[in-house]
Structure formats: structure tokens, C-alpha cells
């Protein structure tokens, strides 16, 4: 069984360092795993990183800025809900345009040319956002549970709203109470709720660094970043869209409107799926993984690190 290394750093853009960890072969095809608002490498669980690997895959797994271990954006303040909920775009922090841009950067940092992106909710948007803004260092994407931008599909449902803009609990025992209670709104109706492995990772995620102004920050470079719709129609990559017709966070929409868009897209919706990443659910995770990378061609030039 592989085995995760060390947590390390990456300077990657503008003075933001990210926390990263790799699994699996150092020479195997890169990719990396791309998380969502308020949510720490941690949730990519090391069981299904640990398949990734046995498939060959050099593995790579890291915490966004403003969240976990990497470097939190205290100085940009924490955005007025309004501006928040209608993207102004003049007064976000960064957009997911800069997030992307840190991806390549941890990508440069461990001399990776191009990878395979894989990417949960806004960790979709921002690996649909790196194949837009450069393809040449994108071999195939895989967007889960996430949405295109557009405001007219992948509407949270009014049930959530509550999570979105509620003030999280500072104190830890009430923090992870209330991550166990989003994820019971949020989980997977047709898959067993994994109580004590939410707990595990709620506890380990409010010890590694949790922000409240960060998560904002995420949340309005979502909002603020735009509709990506046209541009997905331009790209010429394999990609696939997997959508749980249960997801009450980003209604399935998203996913389909998704899978449109980008030319050739692969489209699985799962019976039973919500806003996570269910443990019985990692074999499927792992085989359109594999079969979307398997798509990119095999011939392709690697970019030599600078």
C-alpha cells in the first residue's frame, strides 16, 4: 500500500506558499488533486490517493491559499456579504483565475510540465479555469460535484444557505459538530454516513489552520470569476464530469451544464450522491480517473522546467 510523504511547502505565486503531499511513483504521470471552499487537502482521503497510486499515478494533494496549512490572505480582510453574493469582481481579493495560477506554480516547484487535474466543486471550477487559461500544461481534466459559473444551473438549494453564510463556531468541539451536521445535510442519502471518519477530519482540519475570512475570500472568487461557459466550449482535452443527482450544495445542473459545454466531455451521474466523496464510491472515482487520463494523448512533448 502507498503511503503518503511529508507535508511540505511550495512557493508558488506572489508570495503564497501551498501545503502539499505526494503518493505513488515519482516518475508516474502527474496529478493533481484540486479541493473545494473551505475544505483541506485532508478530505482527498489517502485511501483513494492510495488507489490513484497503485494505478501509476504520481499523486499530489494540497491545501488551496486561505486554507489548512497554506498561506492565509489576512491582510485582504474578509469581503461584505453583498459583495459576495453578487461577485464584484473589483473588490475580490483574487479570482479563481489566481488559483489556477498557484496550481502551475506547485506543478513548476516539483518540475511537472503538465498533469492530469482532477478537481471536487471549487476545486472543478479552478481545474476547468487552468485548462482555459493553459492548455499546454493541462493533460486531461476531471471536474466533480462542481459547475460552470454560469448563474442559471448549479444553484445551491435554499436548504444550504444556512452553511454558506452562518459564522462557523470558534471553539473546536462546536466546529466539528457543525462540519458533521453540514455533511448530514450535504452526504451522500444513498451511501453509509461515515460519522467518525467526518469527525477524524473535522478535528484534523481545525488543528491544521481554519479560516473564516479565508473561506469567505474562496467563496467571493467564486462568485466573482464569471460565467466560464464560453470558454469551456473552446477546449480541446479529455475531460471528465462526475455529478451525484443527489447534491443539494451544487444542484446536478452544474454538472450537466458542464459536461455540455466542453467538447467531447464524459458525463456520469451517480445514483445516491451528494457533496462528498463516499468511501464506497472511490473504485468509480478511481476508473473514470484513469479512463479520462488514458484519453490524452500518449505522444505528447513534456515541457521542460524552467
Not at 489548512?68 to 453578487?86: F, I, Y
Not at 452553511?163 to 458533521?180: K, S, T
Amino acid at each position: 500500500m502507498h503511503h503518503f510523504g511529508e507535508e511540505s511547502f511550495a512557493p508558488v505565486n506572489d508570495g503564497i506558499e501551498l501545503c502539499y503531499q505526494e503518493i505513488g511513483d515519482p516518475d508516474g504521470e502527474p496529478l493533481l488533486l484540486v479541493m473545494g471552499l473551505a475544505t483541506q487537502m485532508i478530505a482527498w482521503s489517502e485511501e483513494l490517493c492510495g488507489l490513484l497510486a497503485e494505478r501509476g499515478f504520481r499523486v499530489v494533494r494540497f491545501d488551496n491559499r486561505d486554507i489548512g496549512r497554506s498561506t492565509k490572505l489576512r491582510s485582504a480582510g474578509t469581503p461584505g456579504t453583498l459583495d459576495m453574493l453578487v461577485g464584484r469582481r473589483g473588490t475580490a481579493p483574487y479570482l479563481l483565475r489566481d488559483m489556477a495560477a498557484d496550481t502551475f506554480g506547485l506543478m513548476d516547484h516539483l518540475g511537472i510540465g503538465s498533469a492530469h487535474l482532477v478537481g471536487a466543486s471549487m476545486g472543478g471550477m479552478i481545474v476547468q479555469t487552468a485548462a482555459i487559461e493553459d492548455p499546454a500544461r493541462v493533460r486531461s481534466i476531471v471536474s466533480i460535484m462542481s459547475t460552470t459559473g454560469s448563474r442559471r444551473v448549479g444553484h445551491p438549494s435554499y436548504k444550504t444557505f444556512g452553511l454558506l453564510l452562518g459564522n462557523p463556531p470558534r471553539e473546536r468541539e462546536a466546529a466539528i459538530e457543525r462540519v458533521v451536521k453540514t455533511f448530514k445535510l450535504i452526504g451522500s442519502p444513498g451511501y453509509p454516513f461515515e460519522e467518525e471518519r467526518i469527525r477524524e477530519i473535522a478535528a484534523l482540519s481545525f488543528d491544521r489552520g481554519h479560516s473564516e475570512a479565508g473561506i469567505a475570500r474562496q467563496l467571493h472568487a467564486i462568485t466573482a470569476s464569471g460565467d466560464r461557459t464560453a470558454d469551456l466550449r473552446r477546449l480541446e482535452l479529455p475531460a471528465a464530469v462526475i455529478h451525484g443527482k443527489n447534491d443539494l450544495l451544487v444542484n446536478p445542473s452544474g454538472g450537466r451544464a458542464t459536461a455540455r459545454a466542453i467538447p467531447g466531455a464524459r458525463l456520469k451521474m451517480i445514483d445516491g450522491m451528494g457533496h462528498d466523496l463516499p468511501r464506497a464510491l472511490h473504485p468509480t472515482f478511481v476508473e473514470e480517473i484513469v479512463g479520462n487520463a488514458a484519453r490524452a494523448s500518449r505522444t505528447e512533448p513534456t515541457v521542460q522546467p524552467a
